[in-house]
């Protein structure tokens, strides 16, 4: 699933965004979705950022569920995930193909830096929270930093582009993930683009076995700690289709069902719908009045959303890193002999349809015309 | 880590105000040569922090910027060169980049900056 932001600057001092349906491809697979958007000015935004100054720094501040089972993770899996990520998703590529050359373009966790330099006709700048994954990236001659997404060190609006490719589902908590875009946005200019792609629980191939872990309240106190973000979910049920596509196999990365959604926007509404969409303070409304785009979708409370996904990594890989036998030793990874590998369970929260669209909706003024796919 | 990258860059840490620019503390610089891209220069030109960019530079040994420019300089090819070496060429490999503001110290190592806050700065 993904959401491309178009940030543009309209009539009164507004930011209008522009976003071009993405359509499906066949055998793409993947859970891409778009829409048109108007966008709050940043004042609006950063007041929407910091309304609760009393959360922020529990916002900003990385629970240990993330800290375990997904800093550590990759910090210790890193060569072996590196190895076997250079498959690059089409939509991805296709939006930084369309970028306006010399656009310089921020990859808000970057990984192994796979799309760094990817269009050479734009320059790119790479961070991510784990070291010895940038580490990697420096090796390969890209311009990065270890930075953490949820908290950007950037210049307000200096980038032409940023996009952010598999990492909000890392994070643990809805304030965190909202955060990260937020951050997202502010680091563009009027103007600039916003691609953002998260796994999807919505799977079209069903037939994958499901190796995913739930995390069930069971868990949550026993792995994760009191501190940690609430579990949606008490049933231990599992949606069915969940892939376990990460682990040897780069080019099952595409299995994920794509959805479209198109939304249109238009300038003249925009008095009445500042109106409609925030308060008096201007602090906008609760995101269920601002968003009309998902008003057809069902409810998904109830669905699993918060999993832990294995990573193997390889008996022969582990004894290089030499971080595993640690690891091994507190519990954060286990050995699975039959598949010789040392087993990593990293921390996602898979997003649910209609989910990434609600949360940019903050930003969003008005939309209408929504045709859900 | 390149001047383009510094000039960019702001300190984050909790309850600062003006996190930019960040000082460089320069133990070791390098210089590599990238291609020259004039019209990268006039789209970038307009978001560099001139001062900040100057300086940075003259942290780093090169004083060839002019004080100040402006985007009528841009047409000049010598100005150009210049711009380009101080932007993408000069290379901060070991030092620091220090907060202006707390004075906090941002590590830089092997060309790579370090800017994770700590818990007690988010």
């Given at each position: 699933m993904s959401f491309s932001l178009d940030v543009t600057e309209c009539n009164h001092g507004l930011l209008s965004g522009i976003i071009s349906p993405v359509r499906p491809t066949l055998g793409d697979g993947f859970g891409f979705s778009s829409a048109q958007a108007i966008v709050e000015p940043l004042t609006k935004l950063t007041r929407f950022l910091h309304k609760?100054?009393?959360c922020s720094s529990s916002i900003a501040s990385t629970p240990d569920i993330e800290k375990k089972y997904v800093h550590r993770v990759y910090d210790a899996i890193a060569p072996h995930f590196s190895s076997t990520r250079f498959a690059k998703w089409p939509k991805v590529a296709e939006f930084l193909n369309s970028l306006t050359p010399s656009s310089v373009v921020l990859d808000s966790g970057?990984?192994?830096?796979?799309?760094?330099?990817?269009?050479?006709?734009c320059l790119f700048i790479g961070c991510d929270i784990s070291a010895p994954l940038i580490n990697i990236c420096a090796e390969r001659g890209h311009e990065v930093m270890v930075a953490d997404a949820v908290n950007l060190p950037y210049r307000s609006g200096f980038f032409d582009a940023a996009i952010s490719i598999a990492?909000?589902?890392?994070?643990?908590?809805e304030e965190r993930r909202k955060r990260a875009i937020s951050e997202l946005i502010k680091s563009v200019h009027k103007g600039g683009q916003v691609l953002i792609t998260v796994w999807a629980v919505e799977q079209e191939d069903k037939s994958l076995l499901n190796k995913w872990t739930p995390l069930t309240d069971k868990y949550s106190e026993g792995w994760v700690g009191p501190n940690s973000p609430k579990v949606r979910?008490?049933?231990s049920t599992i949606l069915e289709s969940?892939?376990?596509?990460?682990?040897?196999?780069?080019?099952?990365?595409?299995k994920i069902r794509e959805t479209t959604t198109e939304t249109h926007c238009k300038d003249s509404e925009e008095e009445r719908l500042k109106e409609q969409t925030s308060r008096d303070d201007g602090v906008p409304l609760p995101l269920e009045d601002t968003i009309m785009i998902s008003k057809n979708r069902s409810t998904t409370s109830t669905s699993q959303q918060e999993y832990f996904v294995p990573w193997h990594l390889p008996y022969h890989r582990a004894e290089i890193s030499g971080t595993s036998a640690a690891a091994l030793a507190n519990g954060l990874a286990k050995k699975d002999d039959k598949k010789g590998a040392v087993v990593y369970n990293r921390y996602y929260h898979v997003f649910v349809e209609g989910e990434l669209e609600r949360w940019l909706y903050p930003f969003v003024l008005y939309a209408f015309d929504v045709k859900p796919a | 880590m390149r001047l383009l990258t510094h000039n960019m860059l702001s300190s984050n840490i909790k309850g600062v105000t003006n996190g930019f620019p960040l000082q460089l503390e320069v133990e070791k610089m390098v210089v590599k040569e990238v291609a020259f891209n004039g019209d990268f220069l006039k789209n970038i030109f307009p978001k560099i922090e001139w001062k900040a960019l100057l300086d940075a530079a003259v942290a780093m040994g090169c004083g060839d910027l002019p004080e100040n420019a402006e985007a009528t300089m841009l047409d000049n090819e010598e100005f150009l060169r210049k711009f380009h070496h101080a932007l993408l060429q000069l290379h901060l490999e070991e030092g620091a980049l220090i907060c202006?503001?707390?004075?906090?110290r941002f590590p830089v190592s092997k060309g790579i900056p370090n800017m994770l806050l700590h818990e007690d700065e988010v």
């Open positions: 609760d100054p009393v970057c990984g192994n830096g796979k799309y760094l330099g990817f269009n050479r006709d990492v909000l589902h890392h994070l643990s908590t979910s008490s049933s969940i892939p376990e596509t990460e682990d040897n196999c780069p080019n099952d990365l595409y | 202006p503001e707390t004075g906090r």
